[in-house]
């Protein structure tokens, strides 16, 4: 019986030794992506995250701010240990980190051939969404409609009105508005300041602030890309969207693959996934920001409310970034100097 009871105490323990060299359980690979919060996170995680896990089996980190923070963090760290695998923002902020990012792979992101022309930035980077930049107004306040940039002026909005800047310097499609009424080049920062002395609008360097503004009537008018205004009269906010007459300048929504990437197959992938015809309807639908994926079959309703194919793309005003990138210091020190 002791004899037994030694045989199978030498196999337990024996079991208990070998545990160790039996091969681990593969962990689940994780990659990281920025995103914004509110909304756009909503549809995100239904439209492209849920469903991406699901069919590659990694988890998706989303990494929820705005481009100033992530372009930050991104310089911080450098380019071969960088804190994402896939870098989505505003492409202002882009122009100076360039350098961090992948060349653009159609192999592993076979959608990419399917994007317009304009969509393709540089040779490493994507808009994979776009939004006119123009006035929105809240309809139930008694003020004019806005047809012209001019009307921001006017003084009826004096305290109730605000506006775009980017890391305490003018937001470029600010200067596109001072040039289209003021006759000045896009990059003339002094007009630029000169007229935000006398709007005296409030500043602010989130369009997701804008919109709060707009909700709670903190402003009547505001500079706003389309696809916000539309989310809010959706929710039922009286609010309108007007593109002025003198034009309106593209706020892009743009896509990397960081050059550190550890994960960069699946990062080109997610991509993929997010320039699908699927994935832009989503986003189409439900936040009406405009698809650059020529193949999206939009609804008559949304379409009628976002850019929306090769006639519009024509019409829209694209920005030589790399020409901003080089003006910023400027830009920031007469910033410092005027408004502080």
């Known amino acids: 019986m002791r004899s037994r009871l030694t045989v199978v105490l030498i196999a337990i323990l024996a079991g208990t030794l070998l545990l160790p060299m039996l091969p681990a359980h593969a962990q ?15 549809v995100m995680k239904k439209a492209l995250v849920e469903p991406f896990e699901k069919k590659h089996n990694v988890k998706v980190e989303v990494v929820t701010g705005i481009t100033t923070e992530w372009v930050a963090k991104l310089l911080a760290a450098g380019p071969d240990n ?4 896939v870098v989505f923002g505003n492409e202002p902020a882009f122009p100076i980190p360039r350098g961090f990012f992948e060349k653009r792979n159609e192999t592993l992101a076979p959608n ?6 304009k969509a393709l930035i540089g040779d490493s980077s994507l808009a994979m969404f776009w939004g006119r930049i123009g006035l929105a107004y809240r309809t139930d306040s008694g003020i004019k409609k806005p047809t012209s940039w001019k009307d921001f002026w006017d003084e009826a909005y004096v305290g109730k009105r605000s506006t775009y800047v980017i890391g305490n310097t003018l937001g470029i499609n600010f200067l596109f508005m001072i040039s289209k009424i003021f006759g000045k080049d896009y990059f003339d920062i002094d007009a630029g300041v000169a007229a935000i002395k006398k709007a ?15 909700e709670q009537k903190e402003v ?12 809010l009269q959706k929710r039922g906010i009286p609010v309108d969207w007007v593109g002025p007459s003198e034009g309106q300048p593209i706020l892009d929504q743009v896509v990397q693959v960081t050059k550190g990437s550890k994960n960069k197959e699946l990062a080109w992938k997610l991509i993929d996934a997010y320039i699908s015809p699927e ?11 405009s698809p650059t994926n020529k193949t999206v079959k939009l609804p008559a309703d949304v379409a009628k409310k976002v850019i929306n194919g090769p006639t519009d793309v024509e019409k829209l005003v694209l920005f030589d970034w790399a020409q901003v990138a080089k003006q910023r210091p400027q830009w920031t020190e007469k910033w410092n100097k005027e408004m502080r």
């Open 28 to 42: 689940q690979t994780t990659i990281v992506v920025t995103g914004y919060g509110g909304r756009w996170s909503e």
């Open 82 to 85: 960088p804190p994402y695998d």
């Open 200 to 214: 005296q609008p409030k500043l602010v360097d989130f369009s997701g602030t804008i919109e709060k503004q707009l």
């Open 220 to 231: 009547v008018i505001a500079v706003l890309h389309d696809a916000g205004s539309h989310d």
């Open 112 to 117: 990419i051939k399917n994007l317009y022309p």
């Open 279 to 289: 994935v832009q309807l989503a986003f189409a639908t439900e936040l009406f920001w």
